[in-house]
C-alpha cells in the first residue's frame, strides 16, 4: 500500500512539472510571437542611449537594394544630409526587406562616429507586412495607377503611404514620409514645422507637381470641361468661369516625394475611409477620365481636386522637383511655367535620377 502511495505521489510530480514546463514554453512562444507582430526591431546610431520617440516621424520605403546602387548611393546620402541639418531628433522608419535591412545596417554603422549621430533613431518595418494590411487600397489603385501591374508585392510599394495611417504606432500622431532622392538645403524642422498651419479637416499636405505630367493625363477631360484641373499655378485666380471653384489658381496635381500626414485626422475620416474604397475610385478615375502610372501620387491628385478640404498644399519649397524629362520633349514653353519654382529652397527632390549637386 505504501509503495502504491508512493508511486501515485511520483506521478502527481512528474505531471505537475510536465504541465509547468508546458505552460512556461507556450507562453513565452506566444510573447515572442506578438513582440514580432506588434514590435519592429529598435535599434539607436548609440546603443548606450536611452532615448524616447521623438515628435519628429520621418518614414523611408527602401527595399529591393543593391550595393553600390542609385538607390545605395541615395540612402547613404540621404542620412549624411539629415545629420547635418537637423537641429531636432528623428524618429526614422523604415519599410524594408530582410536583404535592403542589412545594407541599411551597414550605411548606419558609417555613421556612428557622426558628432551629430545620437539625434537620429531609427527601426525597421517588414515590407510584406506592410503589403498585407493594405491589401484592399492595392487592389483599389492598381487598375488605374500602375503602368504596368506586375506583381502584388510590386504593387503594393507604391500605394503604402495611403494606408500608413493603419501601419503606424497608434502613439503617433503625425509623420512625413519622404522619397530616398531628396536633399534637405535647411534644417528639417521647417518642414515639421508646417504642421502647425494644418487647418480642421486637412489629412496630407504635399507640395506641387512641377511638371505637365497632368496636364497630359487630364487631355480628354480638359478638352470637354472648362476647368482648372491640370492648369499650372497662376499668381492670381484665372480670369475665367469655371464649373467648378475649387483651386481657382490652377491644379497641376501633386508630387508624393514629400508627404505629411495628420494620422489623428486621417485615422478619425469616415470621408477617406470611403473614398480609398474600390467603388470610389473608379467613380473619380470615370469622372476625370484618368488612365494614370504614378501610384499614390495620382490618387493624391485626385483626391485633391475632388475633396480639395483634404489635403493643403505645401509651398513648392518643401518639394523642388528636379526633373525635366518634359521639357526635353518638345514641350519647353509651357513646361517652364510648371515648373517655376521662387520660394527659398528647404528640400529638393532628384526625381527621375537627376542630379542634385
Not at 542609385?70 to 531636432?88: D, G, K, M
Request: charged share 20%; aromatic share 14%.
Amino acid at each position: 500500500m505504501q509503495k502504491v502511495h508512493s508511486m501515485l505521489n511520483l506521478f502527481i510530480f512528474l505531471t505537475t512539472i510536465a504541465f509547468f514546463i508546458y505552460l512556461f514554453t507556450f507562453i513565452d512562444n506566444t510573447s515572442i510571437s506578438r513582440s514580432q507582430i506588434a514590435r519592429p526591431e529598435f535599434k539607436y546610431f548609440i546603443s548606450s542611449n536611452d532615448q524616447k520617440g521623438s515628435d519628429y516621424n520621418l518614414w523611408l520605403i527602401f527595399t529591393k537594394v543593391v550595393e553600390q546602387t542609385p538607390l545605395y548611393h541615395n540612402f547613404q546620402r540621404l542620412i549624411e544630409n539629415l545629420l547635418a541639418v537637423t537641429s531636432v531628433p528623428i524618429d526614422l522608419h523604415v519599410i524594408t526587406d530582410d536583404a535592403s535591412k542589412q545594407i541599411a545596417i551597414e550605411i548606419f554603422q558609417q555613421m556612428k562616429s557622426n558628432v551629430n549621430a545620437s539625434k537620429i533613431t531609427y527601426q525597421f518595418y517588414n515590407v510584406s507586412d506592410f503589403a498585407s494590411s493594405i491589401k484592399d487600397i492595392v487592389e483599389a489603385m492598381t487598375p488605374h495607377f500602375s503602368s504596368r501591374p506586375g506583381t502584388y508585392y510590386s504593387d503594393a510599394l507604391f500605394y503604402i503611404s495611403l494606408g500608413i495611417y493603419r501601419l503606424a504606432p497608434m502613439n503617433q500622431k503625425l509623420a512625413v514620409m519622404i522619397d530616398c532622392d531628396v536633399h534637405f538645403k535647411q534644417d528639417v524642422a521647417l518642414l515639421f514645422d508646417q504642421f502647425k498651419y494644418f487647418r480642421e479637416g486637412e489629412l496630407f499636405a504635399l507640395a506641387p507637381e512641377l511638371s505637365i505630367v497632368y496636364r497630359h493625363i487630364l487631355y480628354s477631360y480638359k478638352q470637354k470641361h472648362n476647368t482648372t484641373f491640370g492648369e499650372y499655378l497662376h499668381a492670381k485666380p484665372i480670369n475665367q468661369t469655371f464649373e467648378a471653384p475649387q483651386h481657382p489658381k490652377g491644379f497641376p496635381g501633386y508630387n508624393s516625394g514629400v508627404v505629411l500626414f495628420n494620422l489623428t485626422a486621417i485615422r478619425n475620416s469616415s470621408t477617406y475611409r470611403q473614398v480609398i474604397k474600390k467603388e470610389s475610385v473608379d467613380a473619380m478615375v470615370g469622372k476625370y477620365r484618368f488612365r494614370g502610372h504614378l501610384g499614390d501620387q495620382d490618387f493624391y491628385t485626385l483626391l485633391g481636386y475632388e475633396h480639395p478640404e483634404m489635403i493643403r498644399m505645401l509651398s513648392c519649397a518643401f518639394n523642388r522637383q528636379l526633373c525635366t524629362w518634359w521639357r526635353d520633349k518638345g514641350e519647353k514653353g509651357v513646361f517652364d511655367k510648371y515648373f517655376q519654382c521662387d520660394d527659398d529652397i528647404v528640400v529638393l527632390h532628384g526625381n527621375c535620377n537627376t542630379r542634385m549637386d
